[in-house]
């Protein structure tokens, strides 16, 4: 039996209307019934929360409002890595059908458990960004977000099951395979990172095959931040519509968010998740519109249920309504994380504002790495930037104004001395999965 879809006002579908358009008023209490049984539910069962609820003073029956969620413990990422493997989890093995985990490239790996509810929870929040985007069942998805640990894979194959498209489990990484799939299957729809996007878009070029000979229709982008510029690449590259798509492995993985057709922000899945705005520094929930950290509290998580997790991630929360009919709250693109900030010399850079000057330039390919080092006691920020292959050809007087142009670009963004290196066309490793872009060798 097929899914019945309902069209949405901005070209998607619904897939599930009476919850995707329920009038704000009615979420919140939906919230604060499902945050009272979360807080309930946590409490007896995870040591380390009866603990941190304990030594705040606080029990599950404070919570009377979504307002007295600030009464409530936050969780960190140390927290779990203190609590690895198994003492996050609120049920018994027996209930638990699978885990997944972050790579742990910087430090201890982070595990999520899911019950087989859990996943079907996972599926929905997935399925509805598929349907958001416009995808039908019986048309093709082709997965390229990696299948094993990460989230992305799985998360996005849930959600074509839960919609009942056709879905083609690519995983990441063979981008010859990639190509020779996408040519003969003509899927409508591409779901991996910005960047991989970006690598398959420069592959198809260089092979001749222009965007309108590509069957994309849209695309799923998420899993690292990209900036409207790079989406604008992506789109002209691989002649689809770009979408983004947010979420964290502690969450359970892709599908806390997903942007609509209208594309003017995620839509939060907000019955599923609460998510509130924290200055970073103080960590009182901000005001809608301001921009701050934003935390989560899973509303429905049966195996991990998490508390105010702090994600690190900087946006802002969009309530206004939308122009596809959704109800949920949007959140703005994440402009990086509180950690990914660079403190170069006392002036804080975020390396979203260096992709934006970069990504406007058109002689420059969109790949590019930034290196922060430390000599004779004074931090030295380097971006090395691929040119294309005209102004490679030019003569080096003609180089030379090139990258002053860039790096006085630059600097009039970020107000600090940038040494431009360029790089010959296709010198810049290409990333198959989350693009590695800042070494900082002051760590
Ligand atoms: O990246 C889950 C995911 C898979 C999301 C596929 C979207 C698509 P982690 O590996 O745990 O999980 O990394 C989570 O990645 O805290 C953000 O810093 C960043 N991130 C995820 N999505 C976005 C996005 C997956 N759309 C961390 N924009 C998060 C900006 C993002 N940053």
Same mark, same amino acid.
């Given at each position: 039996m097929s899914t019945q879809l309902t069209p949405d006002k901005a070209g998607g579908s619904f897939l599930q209307p009476e919850i995707e358009t329920l009038p704000q008023e009615q979420i919140r209490e939906l919230q604060l019934a499902r945050l009272k049984e979360a807080a309930a539910r946590v409490y007896p069962k995870v040591p380390f929360y009866r603990k941190s609820f304990d030594e705040l003073g606080v029990k599950p029956e404070d919570i009377q409002s979504l307002e007295d969620v600030a009464k409530l413990p936050t969780t960190t990422k140390p927290d779990l890595r203190e609590n690895y493997? %198994?003492? +996050? %989890?609120?049920?018994? %093995?027996?209930?638990?059908?699978r885990v997944q985990s972050t790579s742990g490239t910087t430090g201890a790996p982070t595990t999520v458990a899911y019950t087989h509810e859990d996943v079907q929870f996972w599926g929905e929040c997935t399925g509805r960004g598929l349907a958001m985007a416009g995808v039908k069942p019986g048309e093709i998805l082709q997965n390229s977000y990696g299948y094993g640990l990460f989230t992305g894979g799985p998360g996005l194959d849930y959600g074509a099951v839960r919609l009942g498209c056709i879905v083609i489990? +690519?995983?990441?990484?063979?981008t010859d395979r990639q190509i020779r799939m996408m040519m003969d299957l003509k899927p409508v729809a591409l779901s991996c990172t910005p960047s991989y996007a970006l690598h398959l878009a420069e592959v198809f070029r260089d092979r001749g095959i222009g965007p309108d000979e590509i069957s994309l229709r849209v695309g799923i982008h998420g899993a690292e931040p990209w900036t409207n510029e790079m989406r604008a690449q992506v789109e002209a590259g691989l002649g689809e519509t770009a979408l983004d798509i947010y979420g964290l492995t502690e969450m359970g993985g892709p599908g806390v968010s997903i942007e609509c057709l209208a594309q003017g922000g995620m839509h939060i899945n907000e019955d599923h998740y609460y998510a509130e705005i924290l200055d970073p520094v103080t960590l009182q929930p901000l005001p809608d519109g301001e921009l701050g950290e934003i935390a989560f509290t899973t509303l429905r998580r049966q195996a991990q249920p998490l508390i105010r997790y702090r994600t690190r991630d900087l946006c802002t929360i969009i309530r206004e309504p939308c122009a596809c009919g959704r109800t949920f709250a949007r959140m703005s693109k994440p402009i990086g994380r509180s950690d990914d900030m660079l403190i170069i010399r006392g002036v804080n850079v975020f390396p979203s504002q260096i992709e934006e000057v970069l990504v406007s330039i058109p002689q420059i390919e969109p790949h590019y790495q930034i290196v922060v080092d430390r000599v004779n006691y004074l931090d030295v920020i380097e971006v090395w930037v691929e040119v294309g292959e005209a102004i490679f050809a030019e003569t080096m007087g003609d180089l030379e104004r090139f990258q002053k142009m860039v790096q006085s670009k630059l600097y009039g963004v970020l107000n600090i001395k940038v040494d431009v290196k360029l790089k010959e066309p296709k010198s810049i490793r290409r990333s198959e999965g989350k693009a590695v872009r800042v070494i900082d060798k002051r760590k």
């Open positions: 493997p %198994f003492d +996050m %989890f609120a049920v018994p %093995f027996e209930q638990i059908e489990p +690519m995983s990441g990484g063979n």
